[in-house]
């Protein structure tokens, strides 16, 4: 059975009250109650929390610790209650009082503003929040992002829908006239020459990678290692090592090809798909749509100038059908 709250907004309303004019007295005048109504209210609250909330040996009424946490936490709830009569006009005009988007970090540059843009024309205020997928994934589901665009994630979670939006095979990135390796095993030769600069074991790629790395049974030594993508392509062409990136990484690096060298990885194919997700049935078909809307931008903005650059990957890099 679902424990009742030890509280509702009318009694955190008179608790913080008393807060602010630092009497019960002054917080009856200032609502409109009677003092004794003010004082049972307060003292059920306390019973029920089982805590002091005041100190009553001081005057004015002091905030014992638990008082205090109880005054932030209560402030930011009745903040959000008082929002969501407003809020719930403004979707009488077809709106949304508010969007939040997490992009991973290797979207930031083909898809944030054209994001935001989109969201713009459904919400009065957009965020937009770029860095790495495991943050935003665990913004989802805590309710502090309403849509997040990203490698794959979650798959093991009820209750969220999910749109696919574009595959793009890994690649070696190398510096420019580095010679390519042919074969899985080249790649340990490589290595000895060319250290392998990694994506950080924070981000869903530099995992996956780590992971492919195992599978083919290459343990290569640990160097250097970062969040983002410029960090790896601008290491990479700056001489210092190799790098087993994707298309849409080095693109976002933004860091110019005439420094580097991409060609295809050996051995079996390894690729990511990026996702649209989303909570089921909160935003209707925006979702849906938003996702459409970022195939479309990639598709038409994007990936033709990384098949112009790149024309050997084919169909390994693929807008989702």
């Given at each position: 059975?679902?424990?009742?709250?030890?509280?509702?907004?009318?009694?955190?309303?008179i608790?913080?009250a008393?807060?602010?004019?630092?009497?019960?007295?002054g917080?009856?005048?200032?609502?409109?109650?009677?003092?004794?109504a003010?004082?049972?209210?307060v003292?059920e609250?306390e019973?029920?929390?089982?805590?002091a909330?005041?100190?009553?040996?001081?005057?004015?009424?002091?905030?014992?610790?638990?008082?205090?946490?109880?005054?932030?936490?209560?402030?930011?709830?009745?903040?959000?209650?008082?929002?969501?009569?407003?809020?719930?006009?403004?979707?009488?005009?077809g709106?949304?009082?508010l969007?939040?988007?997490?992009?991973?970090?290797?979207?930031?540059?083909?898809?944030?503003?054209?994001?935001?843009?989109?969201?713009a024309?459904v919400?009065e205020?957009v965020?937009?929040?770029?860095?790495?997928?495991?943050?935003?994934?665990?913004?989802?589901l805590?309710?502090?992002?309403?849509?997040?665009?990203?490698?794959?994630?979650?798959?093991?979670?009820?209750?969220?829908?999910?749109?696919?939006?574009?595959?793009?095979?890994y690649?070696?990135?190398?510096?420019?006239?580095?010679?390519?390796?042919?074969?899985?095993?080249?790649?340990?030769?490589?290595?000895?020459r060319?250290?392998?600069?990694?994506?950080?074991?924070?981000?869903?790629?530099?995992?996956?990678?780590?992971?492919?790395?195992?599978?083919l049974?290459?343990d290569?030594?640990?160097?250097?290692?970062f969040?983002?993508?410029y960090?790896?392509?601008?290491?990479v062409?700056a001489?210092e090592g190799?790098?087993?990136?994707?298309?849409?990484?080095?693109?976002?690096?933004?860091?110019?090809?005439?420094?580097?060298?991409?060609?295809?990885?050996?051995?079996?194919a390894?690729?990511?798909?990026?996702?649209?997700?989303?909570?089921?049935?909160e935003?209707?078909?925006?979702?849906?749509?938003v996702?459409?809307?970022?195939r479309?931008?990639l598709?038409?903005?994007?990936?033709?100038?990384?098949?112009?650059?790149?024309?050997?990957?084919?169909?390994?890099?693929?807008?989702?059908?």
């Amino acid at each position: 059975m679902r424990e009742l709250l030890p509280f509702d907004l009318k009694t955190l309303e008179i608790f913080l009250a008393v807060c602010e004019a630092g009497a019960m007295a002054g917080a009856a005048r200032r609502l409109g109650l009677t003092q004794p109504a003010v004082s049972q209210a307060v003292a059920e609250l306390e019973g029920r929390m089982g805590v002091a909330l005041f100190d009553r040996s001081v005057r004015p009424l002091g905030l014992t610790a638990a008082g205090g946490v109880l005054r932030q936490k209560a402030s930011a709830l009745l903040s959000e209650a008082r929002q969501i009569v407003p809020a719930l006009k403004e979707t009488e005009h077809g709106r949304l009082p508010l969007m939040r988007a997490g992009l991973v970090d290797s979207l930031s540059r083909a898809l944030a503003a054209p994001l935001a843009g989109r969201l713009a024309s459904v919400a009065e205020e957009v965020s937009i929040l770029s860095g790495l997928t495991a943050a935003h994934a665990s913004a989802l589901l805590s309710r502090q992002l309403d849509l997040l665009v990203g490698v794959d994630e979650l798959v093991d979670i009820e209750g969220l829908e999910r749109f696919p939006l574009l595959t793009e095979p890994y690649v070696l990135l190398l510096p420019a006239g580095a010679r390519a390796p042919g074969r899985v095993e080249d790649l340990a030769g490589l290595a000895a020459r060319l250290p392998l600069v990694r994506f950080s074991a924070r981000s869903k790629t530099g995992i996956e990678v780590e992971r492919h790395l195992r599978r083919l049974k290459l343990d290569l030594p640990r160097r250097m290692e970062f969040d983002t993508p410029y960090g790896v392509a601008a290491t990479v062409a700056a001489g210092e090592g190799f790098a087993v990136t994707t298309p849409l990484c080095i693109f976002e690096a933004g860091v110019d090809l005439a420094h580097l060298a991409c060609r295809p990885l050996p051995g079996p194919a390894f690729a990511r798909s990026l996702t649209l997700i989303g909570r089921r049935q909160e935003l209707g078909r925006l979702p849906r749509e938003v996702a459409a809307f970022c195939r479309r931008t990639l598709e038409d903005d994007v990936l033709p100038a990384m098949r112009g650059a790149l024309p050997w990957l084919g169909a390994g890099l693929a807008v989702a059908g």
